[in-house]
């Protein structure tokens, strides 16, 4: 299916100090993209899958709310998720999501402000080495950010289900 494009596997110890056995990981294949112009997080049904990660009704899918794309039309929000998810380091992390028939996953610097985390962009004067990332200011946490072109991403993991979740439009992959 379209959805199974967007990840690849991989068989790896999720949280090394505590987990017994490998579990499979689904790499979401084009990360999350960080938007500065974003309004909100926003991601596709497509890419809902994972433990944990399921669709509810959320605030504005209930209003009616839309969002404007670049070539001004205009797209529905159809609820909302908690995007579980681990880090290229495989620190755990956890950010709500609206789900829109949008063609990636975007990640709001706004969401991530406003949720106690610090983003820089930014590189190394002597190297030219990205050196961007967003810290979060209470743990201090870092979560690097991957430059490809003019646009940054965090890498992202998900743990597969361990069920198929028919409402998602997701079969598990063997």
């Known amino acids: 299916s379209e959805g199974d494009r967007e990840?690849?596997?991989?068989?790896?110890?999720?949280?090394?100090?505590?987990?017994?056995s490998p579990v499979k990981r689904l790499r979401m294949a084009r990360g999350l993209t960080i938007d500065s112009g974003a309004a909100d997080n926003v991601m596709p049904r497509r890419l809902v899958r994972g433990k944990g990660n399921s669709i509810r009704p959320s605030p504005g899918s209930k209003a009616g709310v839309h969002y404007v794309a670049a070539c001004n039309t205009r797209i529905k929000n159809e609820g909302e998720c908690d995007f579980h998810f681990a880090t290229r380091d495989g620190v755990p992390e956890n950010y709500v999501f609206q789900i829109a028939d949008v063609n990636k996953a975007l990640c709001a610097v706004s969401y991530l402000v406003d949720h106690g985390h610090q983003v820089v962009f930014d590189q190394d004067a002597k190297t030219g080495i990205d050196t961007s990332r967003i810290v979060n200011k209470v743990t201090g946490?870092?979560?690097?950010?991957k430059r490809e072109g003019n646009v940054w991403m965090i890498d992202v993991y998900v743990e597969e289900d361990a069920e198929p979740n028919h409402n998602q439009g997701f079969g598990r992959r063997g």
């Not at 990840?7 to 017994?20: E, N, W």
């Not at 946490?141 to 950010?145: A, N, Q, S």
């Open 7 to 20: 990840f690849a596997i991989d068989t790896v110890q999720m949280d090394p100090p505590r987990a017994r």
């Open 141 to 145: 946490k870092t979560i690097p950010l």
